[in-house]
């Protein structure tokens, strides 16, 4: 009995460590859990923290340009055809056989050359005709003025009577008409002979011969063209709005296909006083000296009309230039502290590759031209270039041509 109660009575203590064990068990692995959790997070924040702070400091590569001063140019573009200043067709004042012709196609000819030949031996005819019948009246004139001074002086005396002197005077005044007659048609004939042969009336370049030797030509029937193109005029078309700016004698700059890398200069010599009513633009014309020949009359041109030149203007490049809702910025680098600083900036004249600055710059100070799409305000940078000074004045070193 005794031993019965005691096993009884132990029973219910050893159930109750077992439910206690199986309870304690799982909280344990939880508070690991837990704990592990939260070395995982902390350690995954300052992870991250880290990698925020090596983003931040981790230098941007940029290539600098200084703030330069240079020449600007006001400048307004057009579009012309190049014409030669002086263009001639030539043509026969005289009905004709052509007989000869004395240029090469397309070539170069001198004022006075002979370039055409028409058949003179009928002109030659009738003119040594007129040339005989000239003397023939000049010998009869003077005849006639010795007999009429013989007449007159017996006159004087009353030796031969008033008709006999009239008849005299008539002879000599008819003879006398006869003679500027003849001389007249002898000068017709010589500028006929003369036009037989036909010279190149300025020095320049001539077209394909229009007509073959052997041809008949008549008065006025044109034979080929001479170009003067030593001075070429462009016509081009500008807005209205330019018109009082625009002088005799300002520059401008035209580009042909041809060259691309030559611009050659000329002078304004001619502004339209009227606009063009379906375009409200008007005309200026200017004279581009081509002495060389490398310009062709015909040839498409672009034409630049420099209205006005501004001096020592400061310019950064234009890549540089960010564009915002307000405007622009740029990002300006002191070379000694190698950190990026925003800068409004207000913009004036523009040309290839550089703009320039009308506020918020001074010269000398380096502005980003490359790398500034990762920069923001204070971020450090790592300077691979910096810009020579003179980067501006290299611009300009397309040849700009002056007399060819």
């Known amino acids: 009995m005794s031993s019965a109660n005691g096993s009884d009575s132990q029973k219910p203590e050893k159930e109750k460590r077992s439910i206690i064990g199986r309870l304690i068990t799982p909280l344990v692995v939880i508070v690991i859990v837990l704990i592990l959790g939260a070395l995982v997070f902390r350690g995954g924040e300052e992870a991250e923290t880290n990698g925020d702070r090596s983003q931040r400091t981790r230098a941007i590569s940029v290539d600098l340009a200084p703030v330069a001063a240079t020449n600007l140019r006001d400048i307004v573009n057009g579009v012309g055809t190049l014409d030669p200043i002086q263009e001639v067709r030539i043509k026969p004042e005289i009905h004709g056989k052509l007989m000869a012709v004395n240029f090469e196609e397309g070539g170069f000819v001198q004022k006075g050359q002979v370039l055409f030949e028409i058949e003179d031996e009928k002109i030659t005819s009738q003119y040594d005709a007129r040339k005989a019948a000239l003397q023939s009246a000049r010998i009869r004139l003077e005849n006639l003025r010795r007999n009429f001074d013989r007449v007159s002086s017996l006159r004087e005396r009353n030796l031969v009577s008033e008709d006999q002197f009239d008849n005299a005077k008539t002879e000599l005044d008819a003879a006398s008409s006869d003679v500027k007659r003849l001389e007249a048609e002898l000068a017709l004939a010589e500028k006929q002979v003369q036009d ?6 300025f020095d320049g370049y001539i077209s394909r011969q229009l007509v073959d030797p052997g041809t008949f030509v008549t008065a006025g029937e044109p034979l080929a063209v001479v170009y003067k193109i030593d001075l070429l005029q462009i016509s081009f078309y ?20 041809a060259y691309p890398d030559r611009r050659f200069r000329g002078k304004v010599d001619f502004i339209s006083p009227t606009a063009d009513q379906a375009t409200r633009k008007f005309r200026v014309r200017a004279n581009i000296d081509n002495p060389e020949s490398k310009l062709m009359p015909g040839s498409f041109a672009s034409v630049q009309l420099v209205l006005d030149v501004r001096e020592d203007r400061p310019v950064i490049p234009e890549q540089s230039l960010v564009t915002t809702r307000e405007g622009y910025i740029v990002y300006v680098v002191d070379p000694d502290d190698k950190i990026a600083r925003i800068r409004e900036v207000r913009t004036g004249l523009r040309e290839p590759g550089r703009v320039e600055v009308m506020a918020g710059l001074s010269a000398g100070e380096q502005v980003v031209v490359y790398g500034h799409l990762q920069l923001d305000d204070g971020s450090p940078v790592n300077i691979v270039d910096t810009w020579d000074e003179n980067w501006a004045a290299d611009l300009t070193n397309t040849s700009i041509v002056q007399g060819g």
């Open 196 to 201: 037989t042969i036909i010279h190149a009336p």
């Open 238 to 257: 500008i807005p209205a709005k330019y018109a009082p700016r625009v002088r005799p004698g300002q520059d401008i700059h035209a580009s042909v296909a």
